[in-house]
């Protein structure tokens, strides 16, 4: 790898071209080495009607503070652009979003101004196949505010002896604390806010070619609903790690379940008609 | 009167600024900005995780989900879960009732301290499919079998399909307060002039106190307005004089736009406590919350003006506690319409009315006008409903404690149906 090439960028690219351009070009050399890019937006204003949009979707109070799970979102074009180069070494069609880590070091409101950097990172061997995670470091007045690491993984030949990373916690048992009914056309109205347009969460007919029988709700989606639900044990400047198991099929019943009692905090996403499929599982710290 | 009670003190409020109509609330809903204005106090007086004794708010327009509107403000504030919460509704004088209620469950001892305030929006309203289309839907729904269920749906007609949107207009009466207002703006002979006057007053007073940093620990920015938006501190008599009238008709309607609140969104909370959990939480007593009246006036068949029920109520709050009118050293005249002041102070100064309708051997007399709604009121602030008793609350009691121990001011607020609620606080 080289030494790191910094593009800033005037605004957040567009989504859309970027799948489509990876739709069509599926066949990737299986280099060992990801492109040396680093991405970067200055001066991020945040734009409020885009904010309350993504709150009220995600569950959260519509106020001025920054969601925990937000500048994920506004640094996700610059992940797609990444992971869009015809130089990068996974396949950025059928990534599939397994593990995701966010700190916020302090409470963000819509007055802050963000710099908001990506980067690849860790290209790593997998049992199932080799995962990257992408980085995303948000400053303002040049401190650091927010971090999140993206673990995503392209299914391929995997290594059975390979490391797995921290395990994940226990998903939590008993009663839920809470049942929701995500309505089938979630994935597009997240699809909508976030601008991540991947065709598995539009509609089943797109999901299929990718082998889904319907449309999948989008795992950031799923987080930001979890951690909406925690409320203030979930917000200003705290750590959460996340681990995505089996997608959520749209419609869907979800059960959440909490545990508040051990440190770290653990919740999960559990089908309500099916409570042995785990969806998501995730720690509070 | 109230000598084996204990006190009650304000100990401080918090808002956020007012918007106008569909302006920076637009997108934002009741439980939004009442959980913004108790996170603000919450952050304000370091409440973060607190068990507060109780938290009493309400709306005057309530979607029917928002049921428990306070609980779930509540619930999704700082405040600990453990707060306990409810709603109340009393027009526009939901805010300054809930800061009644609240006394005099910290003054029985029943509470040590607690919340209250008010929150309204103009632009996230509730719309009502039409009434027909309602009872037929819910036939509809009650009928067993699809068989059943499509028969019910056969009764639907083109012409049930409407909606109802909230106006302010009273339900007995067809008549929206505006238009009542210039009814009794009329009777009492108030002039456009004075109306203006008292319009640009307010705006000035508002402006002036922003200036002198006074609204600085009153109020919180939200959703990028850190004033409100309806100030207009160049506001002149000019200016308003070009404006055409909005309610009555011909050459006598004198109330324009200019001289009337407009429809406006925000939430207000003011934070009371019993002197021991002050102390204990180190916090200085602003106010003493002293007493309050309601009253309730017949205006359904002009026999008196819709919104001059605080004149009848200040007039019992004064006699029980035996002080004159101009025993105050401020006045918090709520300005629903500049007309509605200047008719209540009329009245006030009226020997006939003072005699036949409130009961008096003589006038309540006049007051000085230098101490009328010095920091601005609903004119320039905006009056979004239920929040106004609380903005009105907290403004005074800083006052009053900036003027010091002793000092005196009095709350009136009108409210719809013939409603007034009215207040003394006292300076500590």
Redesign the interface.
Known sequence: MGEPRVETLDSAPGLAPIFVRAALSRTRRLDDAIPPRVLRLEGQRID??HL?AYQRLCGF????RLPHTYPHVLGFGLQATLLGDPAFPLPMVGLVHVENEITVHRALT??DLLEITVHADNLAPHAKGRTVQLVTEVDVDGARVWEGRSTYLARGKGETDAPSGDRPPAMPSGFPAAQWSLAADLGREYAVVSGDVNPIHLSALTAKPMGFPQAIAHGMWSYARVMAAL??HASGPVTSHVWFRKPILLPSRVDLVVDTTGIPNVAGLRSARRPDVEHLVLTVS | MTTSLRRAAVLGGNRIPFARQFGAYAEASNQDMLTAALDGLVARYHLGGEQVGEVVAGAVIKHSRDFNLTRESVLGSALSPSTPAYDIQQACGTGLEAAILVSNKIKLGQIESGIAGGVDTSSDAPIAVSEKLRKKLLKVNRAKGAKNQLLALTDLRPTDFGIASPGNTEPRTGLSMGEHMAQTAKTWGITREAQDELAVASHRNLAASYERGFQDDLVTSFKGLAKDANLRPDSSMEKLATLKPAFGKGENATMTAGNSTPLTDGASVVLLGSEEWAAAHGLSVQAWFVDAETAGVDFLHGDEGLLMAPAYAVARLLERNGLALQDFDYYEIHEAFASTVLATLKAWEDEDFCKNRLGRTEALGSIDRTKLNVNGSSLAAGHPFAATGGRIVASLAKQLHEKGPGSRGLISICAAGGLGVVAILEGA
Request: a negative charge.
């Open positions: 409020r009607d309350t109070t519509a106020d001025d819509a007055d409320g203030r």
